[in-house]
């Protein structure tokens, strides 16, 4: 349902699904899928696609995933936040802070709110008083990076079992749910290890166990976002505010407020985020506990061209590495064959296209890739560690004409001062 | 109206810090503690040589950061990569430092230009990726500051590292010819005592120089001009004759040869080695000093002695069971305060100006009316 | 007049900028189903009393009566409840929506909590059969031209259900045939009881569409006439005070010398569209060659690939016989290409930066603006009073920022810093754009007299009357291409725009 967002119209007037097109995509699946099995079987790991690895990737996808989407909006309304970081860093804290006096889902309340309350900082500076959103957003991270080791030090020092640097630890864990016969089934087909079969059964078993609520609600806001901001007058509205406010202005729509609106559901899910890593995660608030995710989440937000499926593509991309160095570094090695054969593919597609030129420098980076993995046994966990950086990095280079950022995105607007 | 518009100028600093350390104390409020006891503590504790020594100290990298950040700033570019650019060109510098013995001042000069270079380098990638693929330099050098995380924690632990210690990596200590010496007889020359545990550091000198530098290079030459009217309105920069990809790329060369600077005040100072714990946060800080001195030299040499003092002044509210945060809280707010303040500020010398031009002009002849 | 038949009244209107009384006094009566023009010429006010009356600008004085009744506008929002919208001269789209999603921003039809697509896209189908507008809703507005981009602002403002329609210089931005049918659009839409308030200052085209005229001057209304009772020539002496300047030049001065020559130009975009198609021309010393085009068929690309601010795929320049197509634009500078650019503010000025920082632009790399690396201060002090002096540009000194400048004034200084640079080959693109009578007239004595003097000028303008008046030779650029290359004594306006909406038949000799 969201691929098609950038042209709602189009679908709506069709009417009917197109067939073809779902065939097409499981087609591609399928043969993926096959070719996952297959270096599998040549690594020599079952990482790739065992429940345990897709489980986690799951848990480490969502606090990028909720950071993106704060980008989201807040982009999509005109103003750059580059605040997610210290946002998602006061999700942490009050998330874990609220999580140990009242409980959990207490904690996911006062994340969202410890969130948006640095939300709300960044759009008074930016849309009220006009100051540069990067800016502002450094000072955010700096500002919210000071302000929660103050309140860490001031709460949890005295007798907690907390400190300085992290929260006393939180007792209950939001709830978790298997999906009942689901799992259990996909578990043993799991354990058959059947080419082909297992992988997929591992893969969904990793989406079906041990699911926590707060996932749910994570993935969830992924069709909302894309309901909210392409079918509802409010979604249009915000969406016109950073596409060209002085038109928006011009017809009646209260700009300023749209900012506001974007800026601080940004910083609400920046906090989910955070609160996600404390609940759900660790258990617990450590200092550094986000580790640069809010900027991955705007790499995310890049990568997914400034779409909330795109968002999740790019989200899941990150997420699924970090769970490979985490559950097995040597299933990380397997990743570059897995990355050399799909670059094969998309050469071949673009032969297939008579794009020559980039179809040979797909293929030397094939080769490139392929070698490096042949070489070494091991790929250092700081390249893991990078990844989500240098792959922003690659798309905003290598494909900046497909990307399509909102058009007043980062400029300032002030009330009745058209361009 | 000049003296007025400078006043003007003053002010929004000023009021700035003003409303910022009046945060910081309606926090310590909160808390239950008395700020201006607080704020008491930190002024007495400030003033004697050793803490002197130990502002100055913080406030060189802080300073040469900030300039960095300034000269992106002068053509409307975000440098954010400070922070990545000068810590990796700090641990290149140090490894070269220790493995390539030269002659006395060749031997630190040496040292100086490998961080340049290194410095450079990271920052020209976001220049040529701005100039060859149109990728904002803000996104590239936030990426590249975590890949160069990355690379300086692999390369630290696999490749430059001689003191394994489990707690902290480290290269090989400087030998002497690979250290500047010290500036404390810029205090006791004045007859007071001698600075206990810390110095002034030598490389204050190379930060005045830089100083300077920055302000011929940027107000006085033909590049400058270039430099600045890129900023102010890259059309008219363009139509003009300057080629914009040029400039980008060398404005980054150079922002990041500046900022490959920030980290050897400590490299060939008080450290003498790269280290894992090696401060941090400068290149962060930078942009705030850049901010409230407005990029202009001397604006940003006060910005970073403020920000050096409050860093040291902190280390008294630790002891007094203080939490010493309250001065990163205080530094956050003043960054936004700064520049919420310039733009009020500048907003009513810009109207200022076009008024006295009007009115300049009704006298010059009371004929003709001035058309909007 | 009775209350009852006047759709808007302003009365008694103030409103002050910094330094600027934009609105004095202003009194507007307009009636119910009537079209009105409001002329005057650039900087008297029109823009400023529209704004007011769309609630974009408040009023600091004064009152405004909407159907007799008195309103105060706080925002377009209440304008636009009462009935009132706005077609801007610079259009307020935004190009990476539909052209439904643009036409119902604010104005949602609602199906539940979602937007009523269905609904919107039939309306908008309806309003555009209704009115002779007809548009697909489903297209991005990035694609499309002019002519239909106005037509959706019209549309936008009439699926409000508004009876009140301000326009503002729209007829800026079209060829005459487009104007013809943007006219008989508005005359359907006044004859099906919609209130028209047009403004301009092409008294050609007030007086042929107007059903009354309200003229304005220096911030205040100086007439109100009715188009039966007036001709041009006294319309324009109402609106300036005086006969209006007219672009004329006498005999020619035209040599056998070839100061510019431009052969096979060809350039384009990176996603491949053509910009540039073969372009040639030459202009010699003495000689001033027009440039006529709707805006976007490739005068930007000319001018930047003549400046080597692009280079272009195909093509060479020579100046004075020397090839210069591998030059920089510094050093294009340097041998004597001058450049009045097309956007004085994006292009040709540093607003925020003194008088004499804006003189040296472009000719930063010679003396007396710099020595060595250095910049001369004041070398290009003195440089920059001697342009403000024998330039008359009015201005209490030369180190306050260019934004304290009016716009003739402005151009008046870039105008001067380039003849003082004494080039042997000037561009001028829209030389007196949106600038006063006053300077309007200085600049083109300026231009004459550098004519006779043997400079080439190669002119390009959006004025049809300031190409035909000024030109030697005229030249009609459409979708990159030259078309057309005419005699400006014989040519008319309706001729030279059907060529440049294609039409024409002629092909460049």
């Known amino acids: 349902m969201t691929a098609d967002l950038h042209e709602p119209m189009v679908e709506a007037k069709n009417g009917s699904f197109k067939w073809s097109r779902w065939g097409r995509f499981l087609a591609i699946f399928v043969v993926a899928m096959i070719a996952l099995s297959a270096i599998q079987e040549v690594a020599g790991t079952t990482q790739l696609t065992s429940s345990g690895t897709w489980g986690a990737a799951l848990r480490l996808t969502v606090p990028i995933l909720l950071a993106g989407l704060g980008g989201l909006y807040s982009e999509r309304a005109g103003v750059v936040n580059i605040g997610l970081e210290g946002m998602m860093i006061a999700g942490t804290w009050f998330g874990a802070w609220a999580g140990w006096q009242y409980g959990p889902w207490w904690g996911v309340v006062l994340g969202v709110v410890g969130g948006a309350g640095f939300g709300l900082i960044h759009a008074i500076a930016t849309v009220t008083f006009g100051v540069d959103q990067i800016v502002s957003g450094v000072a955010i991270n700096l500002l919210a990076a000071g302000a929660m080791r103050f309140l860490s030090v001031v709460t949890y020092t005295i007798g907690t079992g907390g400190g300085a640097t992290q929260s006393p630890r939180i007792q209950d864990f939001i709830q978790t749910f298997d999906v009942p016969l689901l799992s259990p089934f996909l578990q043993s087909i799991e354990d058959k290890s059947w080419f082909f079969f297992s992988d997929i059964a591992g893969i969904l078993g990793g989406f079906t166990t041990t699911v926590s609520w707060l996932t749910v ?20 509205r915000l969406r016109s505010v950073g596409e060209n406010p002085w038109a928006a202005e011009s017809l009646g729509v209260p700009v300023l407020r749209m900012k506001y609106w974007g800026v601080l559901i940004s910083g609400g899910l920046a906090g989910l985020g955070g609160a996600y890593l404390v609940l759900v995660q660790a258990g617990i608030y450590r200092e550094g506990q986000t580790g640069g995710r809010g900027f991955i989440g705007l790499g995310a937000l890049i990568f997914g061209n400034w779409i909330p499926a795109g968002v999740l593509a790019g989200a899941g991309l990150f997420g699924y590495a970090d769970a490979l160095r985490l559950r097995q570094a040597t299933a990380v090695h397997a990743l570059l064959l897995l990355i050399a054969v799909g670059l094969v593919a998309f050469a071949l597609w673009k032969v297939y296209k008579k794009s020559y030129g980039s179809a040979g420098s797909m293929a030397v980076f094939a080769i490139l890739f392929f070698l490096w993995w042949l070489t070494t046994d091991e790929v250092p966990t700081e390249v893991v560690t990078a990844t989500p950086y240098i792959a922003t990095l690659l798309v905003l280079s290598l494909a900046s004409q497909r990307l399509r950022m909102p058009a007043a995105d980062g400029i300032p607007y002030r009330k009745g001062e058209s361009h | 109206m000049k003296v007025g518009n400078l006043f003007l100028s003053l002010l929004a600093p000023i009021s700035a810090i003003i409303f910022s350390l009046a945060v910081g104390a309606l926090v310590l409020l909160i808390v239950g503690i008395d700020p201006i006891d607080a704020f008491g503590q930190m002024v007495t504790f400030s003033a004697d040589s050793t803490s002197l020594a130990s502002s100055i100290n ?32 700090a641990m290149f510098a140090g490894w070269v430092g220790t493995n390539v013995v030269l002659w006395g001042p060749l031997h630190i000069t040496a040292i100086i230009l490998t961080a340049v270079v290194v410095g ?45 210690t489990s707690l902290n990596l480290s290269t090989g200590k400087l030998p002497e010819s690979g250290l500047l010496p010290d500036l404390n007889f810029l205090i006791t020359m004045f007859g007071f005592a001698e600075p206990r545990g810390i110095a002034i550091p030598g490389f204050l000198v190379i930060a005045v120089l830089l100083g300077i530098g920055y302000y011929v290079l940027v107000w006085r030459t033909r590049f400058g001009f270039d430099l600045r009217i890129s900023g102010m309105n890259p059309g008219s920069a363009r139509m003009s004759g300057v080629n914009p990809k040029k400039m980008i790329f060398y404005t980054m060369l150079i922002s990041g040869g500046v900022a490959g600077l920030v980290g050897l005040s400590t490299l060939v100072g008080k450290l003498g080695a790269y280290t894992q714990d090696f401060p941090r946060g400068i290149g962060f800080a930078g942009i705030a000093v850049a901010l409230l001195g407005r990029n202009h030299p001397i604006g940003m040499a006060l910005g970073a002695l403020l920000f050096g003092v409050m860093d040291r002044a902190a280390l008294v509210l630790k002891l007094e069971g203080i939490p010493e945060e309250i001065v990163v809280i205080i530094q956050g707010v003043i960054v936004l305060a700064v520049v919420v303040a310039y733009e009020i500020f500048g907003r009513i010398i810009a109207r200022r100006e076009v008024r006295a031009a009007a009115d300049a002009l009704e006298n010059l002849d009371t004929g003709a009316g001035v058309t909007a | 007049m009775t209350e009852n038949d006047r759709a808007v009244e302003l009365v008694d209107i103030t409103k002050t900028f910094p330094g600027v009384i934009a609105n004095d006094n202003v009194n507007l009566s307009v009636g119910l189903a009537e079209i009105h023009a409001i002329v005057g010429e650039n900087g008297a006010g029109k823009s400023t009393l529209m704004n007011m009356l769309y609630g974009m600008i408040v009023p600091d004085s004064g009152e405004i009566r909407v159907r007799g009744e008195v309103e105060h506008f706080r925002s377009p929002k209440d304008a636009i409840d009462h009935g009132i919208g706005m077609v801007h001269q610079h259009f307020m789209l935004a190009d990476n929506f539909t052209v439904l999603e643009n036409i119902v921003l604010g104005f949602e039809p609602r199906s539940g909590l979602t ?46 259900g508004a009876s009140i329609l301000i326009l503002d210089e729209p007829t800026a931005v079209l060829v005459p045939q487009e104007v013809d049918e943007l006219f008989a659009n508005l005359k359907v839409l006044r004859d099906n009881g919609v209130t028209l308030i047009f403004i301009s200052h092409k008294l050609d085209e007030v007086l042929s569409v107007a059903d009354s005229i309200t003229v304005m001057r220096g911030g205040k209304t ?26 004329e030049t006498t005999d020619s001065t035209v040599t056998d010398t070839v100061a510019l020559r431009v052969e096979g130009i060809t350039h384009r975009s990176p996603d491949g569209r053509t910009l540039l198609d073969d372009v040639s021309l030459s202009i010699h010393n003495g000689e001033i060659v027009g440039i006529a085009g709707v805006e976007g068929n490739g005068q930007s690309e000319l001018i930047d690939a003549l400046m080597g601010v692009i280079r272009p795929d195909a093509g060479s320049v020579e100046l004075d016989g020397t090839d210069i197509s591998q030059d920089s634009t510094m050093k294009r500078h340097e041998l004597g290409l001058g450049i009045i650019p097309e956007d004085r503010h994006r292009q040709g000025l540093l607003l925020n930066a003194p008088l004499w920082e804006n003189v040296m632009l472009g000719h930063q790399s010679q003396p007396p603006f710099v020595k060595g690396p250095f910049i001369d201060m004041k070398g290009a002090k003195s440089a920059t009073e001697a342009v403000v002096d024998r330039f008359d540009v009015k201005t209490p000194n030369i180190n306050v920022p260019a934004l304290a400048l009016s716009g003739g004034n402005q151009q008046k200084l870039i105008v001067g810093k380039e003849m003082m640079a004494n080039p042997n080959v000037l561009i001028a693109a829209h030389p007196t754009r949106g600038i006063d009578v006053g300077a309007q007239a200085a600049i083109w004595d300026e231009l004459r007299d550098a004519r006779r003097a043997g400079l080439a000028v190669l002119l390009i303008s959006a004025d049809l009357d300031e190409l035909i008046g000024l030109s030697d030779t005229l030249l009609v650029i459409f979708d990159g291409k030259i078309v057309a290359s005419l005699n400006p004594a014989e040519v008319t306006p309706e001729i030279l725009g059907s060529y440049m909406t294609g039409v024409g038949q002629e092909v460049a000799s």
Request: proline residues 4%.
């Open chain 3, 115 to 160: 937007i009523d697509f269905k609904e919107a896209r039939e309306k908008i189908i309806d309003l555009g059969s209704r009115y002779g507008m007809t548009i697909d809703p489903n297209t991005l507005v990035e694609h499309l031209s002019v002519g239909q981009r106005q037509r959706v602002e019209i549309l936008k403002v009439l699926f409000r």
């Open chain 2, 120 to 164: 450079a380098i990271w920052a020209g990638i976001a220049g040529a990726l701005k100039v060859t693929r149109g990728v904002n330099e803000v996104i590239s050098t936030i990426m590249l500051n975590f890949i160069a995380f990355s690379v300086i924690a692999y390369l630290l632990a696999n490749r430059f590292a001689v003191e394994s």
């Open chain 3, 222 to 247: 100086v007439a109100n006439v009715l188009p039966s009772d007036v001709d041009a020539g006294q319309l324009a002496e109402l609106m300036v005070g005086s006969e209006l300047p007219v672009p």
């Open chain 2, 58 to 89: 913080k406030a060189v990298p802080l300073y040469v950061s900030a300039v960095a950040v300034a000269i992106g700033f002068q053509m409307n570019m975000f440098n954010i990569g400070v922070e990545g650019q000068y810590l990796i060109a």
């Open chain 1, 217 to 236: 609600i994570g993935l969830l806001a992924v069709p909302v976002s894309s309901w909210l901001l392409w079918r509802t007058a409010w979604g249009l």
